[in-house]
């Protein structure tokens, strides 16, 4: 076992941007436990907000609406009486929604329509013996909470990310909520109303946080301000620690997407990769959050010095340059150095990066190796801002290593299969001996015996 350290000889640590710091693994051979351990991560703040989000959800299980109004008030300075966000305000949002911004939130529903729609699974019949068949039918969910966060920067990508697989997946009832803005009249941001407008979706609520994951998981009976908030089936989408850790809490009266962290990025690069390009992709999910994390793999110290002099010049002229700062010096980001291709595509197997973009001679030959991500940018000319916006791809994706073990948001997200069972009397015949057998070496003698019965007498 080697040693990972945090500084190396040929990557000078004297530059100005020296807060971006460096792993180097070069030289050492890690099991893959001690290569996952490796990893930059941020650290796990889930349990210190466990306590506050389990008190938000029991207050909004026991007081309702008037919870939320106090917690609107609270957390957004905003007073309200009912958080349904008014039909007119939805289409005055779309009405005075600027003509760019509009074309561009069309050509992504279009875009990703095209990919969502492909996604939907087939159903599959098997023939498993004369008269007996056993079918697999994708069934959609029947009601759909859909949450699009607020805080640092405004998300109508996300209320395209999360409303169009539902639609392709054939959900019949959509709510969305996010939270309100006192600037805006206590409602969700207009572009945020705009999209859910452009997308046909009219039940939206001005509901922030934790609070709205469990008004959709437990619903809402009606009050005197306004209607009930129906209880869904799924919730899906991102938010900071208390949403993440809200659908934690639920998850099991709710399904849900993911419990999804701060974003984050890995670029795989070698020496044929350009640092001005890697620098501005750190960059740009470096703006998302100070808790954001950018990973750059390389097997080339020369680029880790060049995309660290990239930084220099591109972090100070950038519009949140001081919330990049933090994120590019936080923890969770690095420079991991590497020996070589191999090794590059182990780290990123072992980090599984939410993005991941690979920037080296034969990229897709490196990208068919990667087994651990959300999603996957090939080449120079795929940006993982291309995803967050208009490739057709989800950027509703698998943060903090759950890559491993789950998927981005997709079509099945809100489907269910159901298996159908359908065998004759003759089907059944023909197998009720093993069925017996089976049942009493389980010492479960009435299974088998239900089986007998049908063919008693």
């Known amino acids: 076992m080697g040693n990972v350290t945090s500084s190396t000889p040929d990557v000078p640590s004297d530059l100005p941007f020296s807060a971006l710091r460096t792993i180097d693994l070069r030289g050492r051979e890690l099991s893959p436990a001690e290569l996952k351990a490796a990893m930059p991560r941020a650290e796990t703040t889930t349990d210190v907000a466990a306590d506050i989000v389990t008190a938000i959800i029991d207050d909004v299980r026991a007081r309702g609406f008037g919870a939320l109004a106090e917690l609107a008030s609270k957390f957004d300075g905003v007073e309200q009486v009912h958080p349904l966000v008014p039909r007119q305000a939805l289409r005055d949002a779309l009405d005075g929604l600027d003509p760019e911004v509009r074309a561009g939130l069309e050509e992504s529903i279009r875009r990703a329509r095209l990919f969502a729609q492909a996604q939907r699974p087939d159903d599959v ?3 498993i013996a004369d008269g007996a068949t056993v079918t697999q039918r994708w069934v959609p969910v029947r009601r759909v909470g859909l949450y699009v966060p607020g805080g640092l920067a405004v998300y109508p990508s996300s209320v395209v990310m999360n409303v169009v697989p539902a639609q392709a997946a054939g959900v019949a009832s ?3 909520a996010s939270p309100p803005q006192k600037e805006f009249g206590g409602l969700p941001h207009p572009t945020i109303l705009a999209a859910a407008e452009l997308l046909g979706i009219d039940e939206v609520y001005a509901v922030g946080g934790a609070q709205a994951i469990a008004a959709f998981a437990y619903g809402i009976p009606a009050s005197a ?14 938010g900071n620690v208390f949403v993440a850790t809200a659908k934690r809490l639920v998850k ?27 620098a501005a992709d750190l960059i740009s999910q470096a703006e998302h959050d100070p808790n954001a994390a950018s990973v750059l793999v390389t097997d080339s110290p020369e680029l880790a010095v060049a995309v660290r002099a990239e930084l220099d010049v591109q972090v100070p002229a950038t519009k949140h340059s001081e919330r990049v700062r933090t994120a590019l010096s936080g923890q969770q980001s690095a420079v991991v150095l590497v020996d070589n291709l191999d090794a590059g595509i182990a780290v990123c197997n072992a980090y599984g990066a ?3 973009e690979v920037q080296t001679s034969d990229a897709p030959a490196a990208a068919a190796r990667i087994s651990n991500a959300g999603a996957i940018f090939v080449g120079s000319y795929s940006p993982v801002s291309l995803g967050d916006y208009c490739s057709g791809s989800n950027h509703v994706l698998p943060t903090a290593g759950t890559a491993a073990f789950s998927s981005g948001l997709n079509v099945t997200t809100f489907m269910r299969a159901i298996q159908v069972i359908d065998y004759s009397r003759e089907a059944l015949r023909e197998v009720s001996g093993h069925v017996v057998a089976l049942s009493r070496a389980e010492d479960l003698p009435a299974h088998g015996e239900a089986v007998s019965i049908r063919f008693a007498g």
């Open 252 to 278: 099991g009266v709710v399904g849900i997407d993911a419990e999804a962290g701060p974003t984050e990025i890995a670029v795989l690069a070698d020496s044929s990769a350009d640092p001005k390009l890697v």
């Open 354 to 356: 939410e993005h991941l």
């Open 125 to 127: 019949g098997v023939g």
């Open 174 to 176: 959509l709510a969305l």
């Open 225 to 238: 301000g306004g209607p009930a908030l129906e209880p869904v089936d799924v919730v899906t989408g991102p």
